[in-house]
């Protein structure tokens, strides 16, 4: 990467920081940068986390996206993509969250793990995964653009941190030997009326290789995720719009119920 490009990266997530912040959206970056690549486009990530944790928030997790074969056939990629989770982006089960703090916030509900130990390299097996993870819960992911429009590329979307701008976490339990994942059940309601369903196996079969994909991603970097680290897997359905004066509650059968107050 030259000069330039670093300095391109820099007023990129300068711009993305300004526009969460005032609340007005900007052009997709692929649209001013025709063929930007999915490498800087992580680069424009990491400037916009960096400078997150320069202000005071911590790293928590993180979060895999365009995990189903039909998101990936959607969006021309073959892989999924990645984000960070930051302390200030999450709330417990129950809270409520002001609608005007975001932009376009549409909703996604999501089996969630949270890690008992490290887990690292580029070729870690399902067995090692699954013993890696210490809980699992419901979460409610709520997604945002800082775009004009949800009509995105992947690496618009890795820039703009994968789209997560809220977690919602439900009550967190162990992970039992003898609980399927990939066959677990959610349906999620909106004001009490059930308005979309999906299973575990809809993340790319199962939650599991989810996270064998980001640790082979943070491998690439240097990095691993960490003993007590959040991991969200992937939708099970396709977003839902987040209206003002709504809750969103979403249940399986072996895990408890998440739910969310806007206002």
Not at 173 to 201: F, H, I, K, N, Y
Not at 237 to 243: E, I, M, N, T, V
Request: glycine residues 8%; hydrophobic residues 50%; charged residues 20%.
């Amino acid at each position: 990467m030259d000069e330039q490009d670093d300095r391109w990266i820099a007023a990129t997530a300068s711009a993305l920081l300004a526009a969460e912040y005032e609340r007005v959206p900007i052009e997709a970056l692929t649209v001013r940068r025709p063929g930007l690549s999915l490498q800087t486009a992580y680069r424009v990530q990491k400037a916009v986390v960096d400078r997150r944790i320069a202000g005071g928030a911590r790293v928590v997790g993180h979060k895999a996206g365009v995990t189903s074969q039909a998101m990936q056939e959607q969006m021309g990629v073959d892989e999924p993509d990645s984000g960070v989770l930051l302390d200030d982006m999450v709330l417990p089960t129950g809270d409520t969250m002001v609608r005007s703090a975001l932009m376009q916030p549409r909703v996604e509900a999501e089996i969630a793990l949270r890690l008992g130990c490290d887990l690292a390299g580029a070729n870690v097996g399902l067995d090692e995964a699954r013993a890696a993870v210490k809980e699992v819960f419901l979460a409610l992911e709520v997604i945002d653009t800082r775009f004009t429009s949800w009509r995105l590329t992947v690496a618009d979307s890795i820039a703009d941190n994968a789209s997560c701008a809220r977690v919602v976490t439900g009550p967190i339990v162990p992970l039992s030997a003898d609980m399927d994942l990939a066959a677990e059940p959610l349906v999620v309601s909106v004001d009490g009326t059930a308005v979309a369903t999906g299973e575990g196996r809809a993340v790319l079969g199962n939650p599991l290789p989810a996270l064998i994909w980001l640790a082979g991603r943070l491998h690439l970097f240097g990095e691993c995720l960490r003993a007590g680290q959040l991991v969200l897997a992937g939708a099970v359905h396709a977003s839902l719009p987040l209206a003002a004066r709504s809750t969103v509650y979403a249940r399986s059968p072996h895990l408890p119920p998440v739910e969310l107050h806007v206002r």
